[in-house]
């Protein structure tokens, strides 16, 4: 498995942005931030050719499970997934599997963990490709 997946969708990355943040707020996670990057860029002169977001989100009950395996992990949470759109209504998707991610710390409790935040997303891709 790569640690970087792309989807492609047909639909404006505002749209997928909206959706994603309302599906997290009904499964009651938080979601942190949501970064527009198009928006910044442009506020300082910047043509970025594309719309570009982040959005930041998290579970504290599963940050804090990370947390208690190795402190050093508060660099990789919370969660970030990020959308892109370069042409109207194909929009990319894109994510780092947090398995592939946290591995780094060679903590096998912590990558199987970890399975459960990929789990989410997993669940979540899945409507996508319906």
Known sequence: MSAIERIEVSRSAADLVNQFTHWLEEKQIIVYAVV????????????????AWTVIFGNPVLGAAFLEETPDVVVDIPLR???????????FVVRRHMEELLSDYQLPALVAKSRKADGL???????LKQ
């Open 36 to 51: 527009h990057h198009t928006e910044d860029m442009k506020a300082r002169g910047v043509d970025p050719h594309m719309d």
């Open 81 to 91: 997934i990020g959308f892109y759109q370069q042409q109207p209504d194909k929009s």
């Open 121 to 127: 997303l997993d669940q979540w891709i899945a409507t």
